[in-house]
């Protein structure tokens, strides 16, 4: 065994795993099972206890990249490029900016922010909201102050400032390329009053201008569209397999990446694009909402 494999051993087991090292050990569970090898079997093989595959799988314990890509030779797993990305997630020391909120937001927003540090390409569509991504303040805060049980002023001002860090992604030097499709509807919806929606309009258009960002408005007259009671998030990774889908609910967010439900939204986002504008007619849309306010 070497020294990076047995230290391994010596970590301690983790008690709270974020969301990124779940999906980790989630995808190394599903190479075992893929294999046909249990718990038991895999620790044979590779010379450790069934409890450390077990932890590992869990997200408790921590893997090398060593690690991954002797458990894919045992597993007989072939694809180098999904070898590869699974060990490019392990071994991450480095705290994100979003732990400074580990006791006062929930864990699910916490893996958002860590997703979205994280993606190749992002995704989302929204019906009656803009998105988080693309929100000013004071429409984050206006939306805030709508939240039922009612948010104490220093709630809202922690969730203002997280969601407003979480647009990192988008003014990096490296920033990541977006796809955003929002419905008439989210446009003229006049949150924080006039001049807060005016200011929010003024600033899509701005960052609709951004090269690496894709503003694309689904007008009314677009009728209906698959998904329309969702507000949709897909997160790209750097293999199809490590793709995944955020759904937005009242109670906090649900992540899906089961491979059936990666390959419907993959559809339904496509679908919900072709009803949608083109940018510059997205952006004459805007101009004509901003009219009306």
């Known amino acids: ?3 990076t494999h047995g230290k391994e051993a010596d970590q301690p087991v983790r008690s709270n795993p ?18 046909g090898l249990t718990a038991v079997e895999a620790g044979q093989l590779l010379g450790i206890k069934a409890n450390q595959i077990s932890n590992m799988e869990a997200g408790r314990a921590g893997v090398s990249p060593e690690r991954v890509r002797t458990m894919a030779c045992h597993y007989d797993c072939a694809d180098k490029a999904l070898v590869e990305a699974l060990a490019g997630m392990t071994g991450e020391r480095k705290r994100g900016w979003w732990e400074e909120y580990r006791e006062i937001l929930s864990n699910g927003l916490l893996d958002l922010a860590e997703l979205e540090h ?12 803009i998105p988080g991504l693309l929100q000013t303040t004071d429409h ?8 039922v049980p009612d948010l104490s002023p220093p709630d809202i001002e922690h969730r203002v400032s997280f969601r407003i860090k979480r647009q990192t992604v988008i003014y990096r030097d490296r920033p990541t390329p977006y796809l955003a499709l929002i419905h008439e509807a989210a446009l003229r919806m006049q949150f924080g009053g006039p001049a807060t929606a005016s200011a929010q309009l003024h600033h899509l258009l701005e960052m609709s201008e951004r090269e690496h960002i894709t503003l694309k408005v689904i007008p009314f007259a677009a009728g209906g569209f698959p998904g329309s009671g969702q507000s949709i998030f897909y997160s790209r990774g750097p293999v199809p397999q490590l793709d995944t889908v955020h759904l937005d609910q009242s109670h906090g967010p649900v992540f899906l990446d089961a491979e059936a439900q990666l390959d419907k939204y993959r559809v339904l986002l496509e679908r919900v694009e072709s009803r949608a504008l083109a940018p510059e007619k997205s952006r004459d849309l805007i101009h004509t909402v901003l009219q009306d306010i």
Request: net charge positive.
């Open 1 to 3: 065994m070497s020294d």
């Open 18 to 35: 974020t969301g990124r090292q779940l999906r980790l050990g989630a995808e190394l569970r599903k190479l075992r099972e893929r294999a």
């Open 140 to 147: 984050a805060r206006a939306l805030f102050r709508q939240v």
């Open 118 to 129: 994280h993606a190749a390409h992002l995704r989302s569509c929204v019906t009656v909201h």
